[in-house]
């Protein structure tokens, strides 16, 4: 009998103490955040997802680069993270990637949106850019919009993912005028080959892009009309899963130290940015991009 009361009270006490243990790991995930935080600086590497577009996240030779890496190495390092580490994905599987743990991190200059906002938390900004235009070389549709895309029937190749897919609808842009494609080198195929008249991405990506090709069949549009909605200019930057906000803080903490003393400007600079046009005016924060109140 003896035994079996003992028995009793130790299940009891170990139900009792489990549930108090769930109490505490079902909460807001402060506590989470702070462990993801603890559990990197431990380690001395954080795992960054990425997704292969120059200047902003790309693998070369092996190593990673980009302003958007550069920018994050260097916030990392002031953290006591030495050691950065990419994983590779399709652009459009960053945030489902970040949500499954596969990385810890998204680094890829991605554009902060408010449906973005809903399933990850970005850092503060560290980048601004536009949009930009591949098209047949000598440009044969006479494009030099997206409502010349729209009017003309043309058809565009986007990465799947891109906010570029929203950008061309609110301009008219039909949805059996878009074609999706995985990644940028897919678009430009998907271009030289006539099965689309265009390709659109931001700026300094399609750019860079086909400078590196050395494709002289298609050419950047260089009068390209911005277009006048929500999102344009874009503001990258990094994000992190909703449950991690000692990390994201801490990150923001470093980021801001780096804005103020030029770092950030000269990362930009140094990954064919330009300072003046696409650092971060001051008072653009994440909050207002989120809530749509700043484009």
Known sequence: MKKLLIVFIFSFSFILLAACGSDDASGDGGDNGKDKLAELKEKGTVTVGFANE??????????????????????FKEMGIDKVEGQLSDFGQLIPGLNAGKFD???AGMAINPDRCENADFGEPEMMYGEGLIVQKGNPM?????????SSGATVSIMAGATENEYVKHEGVKDDQIQSAPDIPATFSAVESGRADATTGTEMTVKMALESSGN?????????????IEGIPS???AAFHKDNDALREAYNEQLAKLKEDGTVEEILEANGFSAEGNSVPADITTE??????QY
Do not use: M, R, W
Request: hydrophobic share 35%.
């Open 142 to 150: 006479d494009l030099h919009s997206y409502d010349d895309i729209a």
């Open 235 to 237: 503001y990258g930057a």
């Open 216 to 228: 002289d069949k298609l050419e950047f549009v260089q009068d390209f009309e911005q277009p006048d």
């Open 288 to 293: 207002g991009v989120c809530s749509g109140e």
């Open 105 to 107: 991190v998204i680094t």
């Open 54 to 75: 120059k200047p902003y996240a790309y693998q070369e030779d092996g190593e990673l680069k980009g302003a958007a890496v550069d920018i994050a190495e260097a916030v």
